[in-house]
């Protein structure tokens, strides 16, 4: 059964942008060397439906589905991330223990666990995660999952509208960028972040 450092159930902002970060630095720094990463998708981010008109960088007008399909190409940059379109049915375990399941069939393991997965429902088995009504958005009956600061207990992560975030593309991002730097210092055990760019200075 193959393991990985960090698995990330959903693929839409918040969950590519945790995996983007994550994989960036493989090549930066010892620490980072020879991990890997999966995230299972289930192309059912509300991205899909959308044309995004405020993101930073992003063509006005352009559709939800273009800018997941770029961002899913940004991936295709670095060998230590993986993506599985696939269903999760069942998480459990522990920091370092956690096993999932999908609807397909296939079993994983991973030391860390990342839920990016909306804010539609929550029918995963398995993780015991306290769901509450979604109260920063205006569409009613939305859920998220409890957490302090992204963090559900050891191990265990939220981001993006799972978290409780609001819904604008930025956020999410910032979220899936803090919970990947939030990886980090925990395996540095200090302050960690992956720089876009490197100063000329």
């Given at each position: 059964?193959?393991?990985?450092?960090?698995?990330?159930?959903?693929?839409?902002?918040?969950?590519?942008?945790?995996?983007?970060?994550?994989?960036?630095?493989?090549?930066?720094?010892?620490?980072?060397?020879?991990?890997?990463?999966?995230?299972?998708?289930?192309?059912?981010?509300?991205?899909?439906?959308?044309?995004?008109?405020?993101?930073?960088?992003?063509?006005?007008?352009?559709?939800?589905?273009?800018?997941?399909?770029?961002?899913?190409?940004?991936?295709?940059?670095?060998?230590?991330?993986?993506?599985?379109?696939?269903?999760?049915?069942?998480?459990?375990?522990?920091?370092?223990?956690?096993?999932?399941?999908?609807?397909?069939?296939?079993?994983?393991?991973?030391?860390?666990?990342?839920?990016?997965?909306?804010?539609?429902?929550?029918?995963?088995?398995?993780?015991?995660?306290?769901?509450?009504?979604?109260?920063?958005?205006?569409?009613?009956?939305?859920?998220?999952?409890?957490?302090?600061?992204?963090?559900?207990?050891?191990?265990?992560?939220?981001?993006g509208l799972a978290a409780g975030s609001k819904t604008m593309f930025a956020i999410a991002a910032g979220d899936g960028a803090k919970v990947a730097c939030d990886i980090f210092e925990e395996w540095t055990g200090k302050f960690a972040v992956a720089h876009d760019s490197v100063s000329k200075n």
């Amino acid at each position: 059964m193959a393991k990985y450092d960090v698995l990330i159930i959903g693929g839409g902002v918040a969950g590519i942008t945790c995996a983007l970060t994550l994989s960036s630095v493989e090549n930066k720094f010892p620490w980072a060397k020879d991990r890997k990463y999966l995230i299972i998708d289930e192309n059912n981010s509300d991205l899909l439906q959308a044309k995004l008109y405020n993101v930073p960088g992003v063509r006005q007008g352009a559709l939800g589905e273009e800018v997941i399909r770029d961002m899913r190409k940004q991936l295709d940059m670095f060998k230590s991330i993986e993506i599985l379109d696939d269903i999760v049915v069942r998480a459990e375990g522990s920091l370092n223990n956690f096993s999932v399941t999908t609807k397909s069939g296939k079993s994983f393991l991973a030391d860390r666990l990342v839920l990016a997965t909306g804010m539609h429902k929550f029918d995963i088995e398995g993780l015991n995660v306290e769901v509450l009504p979604h109260d920063k958005v205006m569409k009613p009956k939305k859920i998220k999952i409890k957490n302090k600061d992204l963090k559900v207990r050891e191990g265990l992560y939220v981001a993006g509208l799972a978290a409780g975030s609001k819904t604008m593309f930025a956020i999410a991002a910032g979220d899936g960028a803090k919970v990947a730097c939030d990886i980090f210092e925990e395996w540095t055990g200090k302050f960690a972040v992956a720089h876009d760019s490197v100063s000329k200075n």
